[in-house]
Nanobody, 126 residues
C-alpha cells in the first residue's frame, strides 16, 4: 500500500514536500516514482529512483529538472518529493508508484515500469 500526503495549495514560487508511506513492500529494494496528472492531460512521469549495481539511479522529467528532488528514508520506508519554484503548470494530482523489487539498469519515469499506485494527493499552484 502506498499513501501520499503533503499536497495542498501554494502560491507561485513556493515549495511543497510530498511524502509516500509504503507498507507491504521495501522501498529500498524497489523502483519508486512520482507521477502527476492534470485534468484533461495524460499521466506524466515526474521523478524516479531505482536501485542499481553500485548505488542508485535517479531520473526526472524535463519539466521539473532542477526544481524537484526525489529522495527516500529507508528507515521510515517513505518516499519524498521536494518541489521548489512551483508554478501553475505544476498543478495536478500527484501519485506515488512502486515497481518490482530487484536491481535495475536505471531509474524510469515510464508508467509501465510500475505495479503499485497510491491514491494521489492534490497540488494546486496559483
Amino acid at each position: 500500500q502506498l499513501v501520499e500526503s503533503g499536497g495542498g495549495s501554494v502560491q507561485t514560487g513556493g515549495s511543497l514536500r510530498l511524502s509516500c508511506a509504503a507498507s507491504g513492500l521495501v522501498i529500498r529494494w524497489s523502483i519508486m516514482g512520482w507521477f502527476r496528472q492534470a485534468p484533461g492531460k495524460e499521466r506524466e512521469g515526474v521523478a524516479s529512483i531505482a536501485p542499481v549495481r553500485g548505488g542508485w539511479s535517479v531520473s526526472y522529467g524535463d519539466s521539473v529538472k532542477g526544481r524537484f528532488t526525489i529522495s527516500q528514508d529507508n528507515a521510515k520506508n517513505t518516499l519524498y518529493l521536494q518541489m521548489n519554484s512551483l508554478n501553475t503548470e505544476d498543478t495536478a494530482m500527484y501519485y506515488c508508484a512502486a515497481g518490482p523489487a530487484g536491481t535495475w539498469d536505471r531509474a524510469s519515469i515510464l508508467p509501465t515500469s510500475y505495479t503499485y499506485w497510491g491514491q494521489g494527493t492534490q497540488v494546486t499552484v496559483s
